[in-house]
């Protein structure tokens, strides 16, 4: 089974721009959660969708936003870009078979430098 | 306060030592406790997870929760450079979800 994927790899944008990152899920998986990594605040998380509706949400500004499509496939946007916007963002899918514990599966992540 | 505190390092051991990372947390309501491993330019994946106060082991791979004192491990056996990597703690809660450990940073020297 192919894992989880995200496109692009790598992104370079200038302040004030706005940025479209892609993740497909593996198959079956219908949980997408994003998550934003820098190395002073660590991973923290962004929001989650589950069969196109946004499940949870962390404590992110409204600049942040997400979506996802009936196939599970999800995209987020990032809109007026700051240079703290700069990070590692991180897509995890999960089967989500109803239990109090879903194991998540990390993509490999899209590498945003904010100029 | 962090809901979840975990040493960055970094960490630098020879192979073959016992390796210890250790977090706190803050909120008892939490319900389950997992590691991940993260290696360089790759997104992390889940090394254990436990529900219960106690050790599960796997292979070289032992987490250890406290839950009286909301401490949790991970031992290391036998290292090996392959265990290079920067490792998260991380702790669920229906009510909060999944909330993650800064992550320290571990090399095995050979």
């Known amino acids: 089974k192919a894992g989880v994927t995200q496109t692009p790899r790598y992104l370079i944008k200038t302040r004030g721009q706005q940025v479209t990152l892609s993740c497909s899920p593996i198959s079956g998986h219908r949980s997408v959660s994003w998550y934003q990594q820098t190395p002073g605040q660590g991973l923290q998380f962004l929001f989650e969708y589950f069969s196109e509706t946004q499940r949870n949400k962390g404590n992110f500004p409204g600049r942040f936003s997400g979506r996802q499509f009936s196939n599970s496939r999800s995209e987020m946007n990032v809109s007026t870009l700051e240079l703290g916007d700069s990070a590692l963002y991180l897509c995890a899918s999960s089967p989500d078979t109803g239990g109090v514990y879903n194991e998540q599966f990390f993509g490999p992540g899209t590498r945003l430098t904010v100029l | 306060q962090k809901e979840v505190e975990q040493d960055p390092g970094p960490l630098s051991v020879p192979e073959g030592a016992i390796v210890s990372l250790n977090c706190t947390y803050s909120n008892s309501a939490f319900q389950y406790f997992m590691w991940y491993r993260q290696y360089s330019r790759k997104g992390p994946e889940l090394l254990m997870y436990t529900y219960s106060s106690g050790n599960k082991e796997d292979g070289r791979f032992t987490a250890q929760v406290d839950k009286s004192s909301k401490y949790i491990s991970l031992f290391i056996r036998d290292s090996q450079p392959s265990d290079s990597a920067t490792y998260l703690c991380?702790?669920?809660?229906?009510?909060?979800?999944?909330?993650f450990g800064s992550g320290t940073r571990l090399s095995i020297r050979p």
């Open positions: 991380a702790v669920y809660s229906s009510a909060s979800k999944i909330i």
